[in-house]
T-cell receptor
Framework: NAGVMQNPRHLVRRRGQEARLRCSPV?????VYWYRQLPEEGLKFMVY????????ESGMPKERFSAEFPKEGPSILRIQQVVRGDSAAYFC?????????????FGPGTRLTVT | KQEVTQIPAALSVPEGENLVLNCSFT??????LQWFRQDPGKGLTSLLL?????REQTSGRLNASLDKSSGRSTLYIAASQPGDSATYLC?????????FGAGTRLTVKP
């Protein structure tokens, strides 16, 4: 059984470029969550998506960040015009259903470095 | 707004010691609480999940307790080993998201 897969594992971007982070959930899971971990801090919730729908984006920065989870393919977290403050580890989690009774399974993360 | 605090921020112990990591949360209306382990530069490994109706969970040398009314959880590690060295994260689930503490960085010296 493949767990949550994220790629790339490491991503280096120059200021002003775009970053695309991909997350493939556990097979059969239709719910995806994105979290960001800044250096020396805990994980912070960003967005919760179900196939083709954004359910909760209360943790997403208002500008430059967007997320999608299409009917086919992985979930994508897109960061436009990256700045140094975007350097962090971005984790994706998936669950088989909606609601807090379903455990979230975490991927290995993508470490973004903005130079 | 739910706030999760972990104390201490860092802990260093000699091999073989029993130890306790603490987690507190401000809003007792949670569905579950989960303890994770994170190694440097790595992802999260789930250790124990406690549902709000439960008081504790055990796995091997690990025991986690939950006192929802007081907003506290503890992770007890028995007979610590150098391989236990990692950052331990506590997270509570209330709605769509999980709220994480900043973690306790544990070092077990041989």
């Amino acid at each position: 059984n493949a767990g949550v897969m994220q790629n790339p594992r490491h991503l280096v971007r120059r200021r002003g470029q775009e970053a695309r982070l991909r997350c493939s959930p556990v097979k059969g899971h239709s719910h995806v969550y994105w979290y960001r971990q800044l250096p020396e801090e805990g994980l912070k919730f960003m967005v919760y998506l179900q196939k083709e729908n954004i359910i909760d984006e209360s943790g997403m920065p208002k500008e430059r960040f967007s997320a999608e989870f299409p009917k086919e393919g992985p979930s994508i977290l897109r960061i436009q015009q990256v700045v140094r403050g975007d350097s962090a580890a971005y984790f994706c989690a998936s669950s088989p259903g909606r609601g807090s009774s379903y455990e979230q399974y975490f991927g290995p993360g993508t470490r973004l470095t903005v130079t | 707004k739910q706030e999760v605090t972990q104390i201490p921020a860092a802990l260093s112990v000699p091999e073989g010691e029993n130890l306790v990591l603490n987690c507190s949360f401000t809003d007792s209306a949670i569905y579950n609480l989960q303890w994770f382990r994170q190694d440097p530069g790595k992802g999260l490994t789930s250790l124990l999940l406690i549902q709000s109706s439960q008081r504790e969970q055990t796995s091997g040398r690990l025991n986690a307790s939950l006192d929802k009314s007081s907003g506290r959880s503890t992770l007890y590690i028995a007979a610590s080993q150098p391989g236990d060295s990692a950052t331990y994260l506590c997270a509570v689930r209330a709605n769509n998201d999980m709220r994480f503490g900043a973690g306790t960085r544990l070092t077990v010296k041989p």
